[in-house]
Structure formats: C-alpha cells, structure tokens
C-alpha cells in the first residue's frame, strides 16, 4: 500500500511520520527511501492487554509535536487516502475561513483485484465504493487550535477541545481501500488476528478479523450492492448518510480568497 500513499499524499503534505509495529517484509525499505519520511518504532503498550487502545492513546498524543510547525495535521491508517480534486485550494480557503477541523464522507472501497502497477493512484484504479458513517471521519485539523482529539477506537468518533470551526458543506472524501482482492485480505485478516491481545478479542475491536472466509464473503457482496462510481455519480453531501454525523460541531461558510501557502504533516499508524 505504501507506493499508493505516497502518491495520494505527497503533492500535498510536506512530512510523514510512520509508526512501525514490526514489519517483516520491505516496508522499512521503501519508508527509509522517501526523503519526507521519519520512521519511528511503536513505542510498548500503554496497555499490554490490548493493541488496539494502546494504539488509540498514541494517536491522541503524536500530533502534538506539530504545533507551530504545521498548518493541518492529518491522522490516519495508510489505507485511508483523504481525497478531494482540489486538495491544496481547498485546504487554502478553509484556512483563509478560521477553519480548524474538516470532516471527510467516508466510503468502502472495493475491488476484487489488486493494481499491479504502483505508479496509478488507488483512486484512479478503483473508484467504486460504498458510502459509509463509520469511515466519515475528523482526520485532519490545525494542531495549533485544537487541545484535544480525544479520539475513541478506530477514530469513528472524537470530541475534540479548542477552537472547533468546520465547513458548511463536507467536500472532503476518506477513501478506505482495505477490501482489494479478497484472498489478499483473507490473508491479512488471519495475520491481523494474530496481533490482537486479550482485551481486544473481548470488547470485539477488530472483530473482522475473526470473520471466516464466508462471512467475509458475504460482507463483500454486500458492499459490491451497496457500491457506486463515485467519479461517475459524484455524491451530495445531502445523500451521504454520514452527513450529520458531526452536525455538533460549529460551521462556517468558505468565502473570500484561497490564501497562502499552506504546510501539512502526515502521522500514519499502521502495522506496515
């Protein structure tokens, strides 16, 4: 997935930081290899019995360090690209408009094939997907206005602290390319499972990964009745059912100029 994230992300953001939970094939090589990236080890468990809230109590903490550094912080998974066909006028002119935090419609994607050419964008290859509340997330906000995320597991839900100003309109989409050839996610479901401590398997964070094949199976097909072109039918914000998930938060209309040049850092937390 590495070559495919760089591509969506790197015309737009100016440093990654990688959180390597011990890879063991040639991650390491390609992240050492891009010029903007710092690879860091995952730091041991802020709670041993579980993977998954240790990962959480990082993700509420690691973008601190880009306060006066960066404009926008953006966390998230490496198979999570934030897509919009004018990123960086967009994220201009909700700078421009005091906004501090931009909400992204989420959406499934899927394909029963993988690309075997890593120089096309993900987006380019598969843009069939299904709309999806749970993936409509708060991925990316100023980190000098915000005081806390307070993230909750798989960063579905948050409450954040500071100045909290999003868009009127969600323009934002997050593109979840995890269902991509489904015997390459069998197979990563079955190495996943075996991450998982004790108290993940007990409150079921990352149930998936129990799925068997069938049961994944069927959940394709679900999806693939669910999913629509999205380059072809471009979606409302008023049709997604994600689109008052973060009704909460105060909105502001984008007006007026595209602003100044604008600096970004990425922070991906994923088992590479």
Not at 46 to 57: F, K, Y
Not at 181 to 209: F, I
Request: proline fraction near 6%; charge should be neutral; aromatic fraction near 12%.
């Amino acid at each position: 997935m590495l070559p495919f994230f760089f591509k969506n992300y790197d015309p737009w953001v100016d440093r990654y930081f990688v959180y390597d939970d011990g890879s063991e094939d040639n991650s390491l090589a390609l992240l050492r290899a891009h010029p903007r990236t710092e690879v860091r080890s995952q730091p041991p468990y802020s709670d041993p019995a579980s993977r998954i809230a240790s990962q959480l109590d990082l993700q509420n903490e690691i973008w601190k360090e880009a306060r006066g550094k960066a404009d926008w912080v953006i966390v998230v998974d490496l198979d999570e690209h934030l897509y919009h066909p004018r990123i960086i006028p967009y994220l201009r002119k909700c700078k421009a408009n005091s906004v501090t935090v931009i909400s992204a419609l989420g959406f499934q994607m899927i394909s029963n094939s993988f690309p075997n050419d890593d120089g096309v964008s993900l987006f380019d290859f598969c843009s069939t997907g299904m709309p999806d509340r749970t993936c409509t997330k708060l991925s990316i906000f100023d980190p000098n206005e915000i005081d806390r995320t307070n993230f909750e597991i798989g960063l579905h839900h948050a409450a954040f602290e500071g100045r909290v100003l999003a868009p009127d309109s969600d323009e934002l989409f997050l593109l979840h390319f995890h269902f991509l050839d489904v015997s390459r996610v069998v197979a990563r479901h079955k190495l996943y499972l075996t991450r998982q401590r004790p108290k993940d398997l007990e409150n079921q964070w990352g149930v998936q990964y129990t799925w068997s094949e069938e049961k994944l199976r069927d959940q394709w097909a679900r999806l693939e009745r669910g999913s629509t072109d999205i380059k072809r039918e471009p979606w409302e914000h008023k049709r997604h059912p994600g689109r008052d998930k973060w009704c909460d938060i105060p909105r502001t209309r984008l007006l007026g100029p595209v602003g100044r040049s604008l600096r970004s850092l990425g922070f991906g937390t994923d088992r590479l």
